[in-house]
């Protein structure tokens, strides 16, 4: 049903800042949890942080804890994700996926994706 756009990717050296952007369409922005999952050429998906539906509870994967922060802007069908202090294991292709209801921490739990949006950070 709900349709995901992310953009905001790109080359940036280590020790730098992105941020991304997710838009929603064809749903109801404000009763999905979101979240954004990375995964690199060969490895598996990784679940870097999730938001609740009104943006109060968030949560972080272990290694970007204290780098990433999600963010929503429920008016603008919007998503987040502000990465600072990036470091070259962060790059990966980076996905924004959605679920109706509560947040939740694995990535399987999150039935609908974006076409994920590239994220390079060099040495």
């Known amino acids: 049903q709900v349709q995901l756009v992310e953009s905001g990717g790109g080359l940036v050296q280590a020790g730098g800042s992105l941020r991304l952007s997710c838009t929603a369409s064809?749903?109801?922005?404000?009763?999905?949890?979101m979240a954004w999952v990375r995964q690199a050429p060969g490895k598996e998906r990784d679940i870097v942080a999730a938001?609740?539906?009104?943006?109060?509870?968030?949560y972080y994967s272990d290694s970007v804890k204290g780098r990433f922060t999600i963010s929503r802007d429920n008016a603008k069908n919007t998503v987040y994700l502000q990465m600072n202090s990036l470091k070259p294991e962060d790059t990966a292709v980076y996905y924004c996926?959605?679920?109706?209801?509560?947040?939740?921490?694995?990535?399987?739990?999150?039935?609908?994706w974006g076409q994920g949006t590239q994220v390079t950070v060099s040495s």
């Open positions: 996926g959605a679920r109706l209801g509560l947040v939740i921490l694995g990535s399987a739990s999150y039935n609908y």
């Open positions: 064809r749903g109801t922005f404000n009763r999905y949890a």
């Open positions: 938001i609740s539906s009104g943006g109060i509870s968030t």
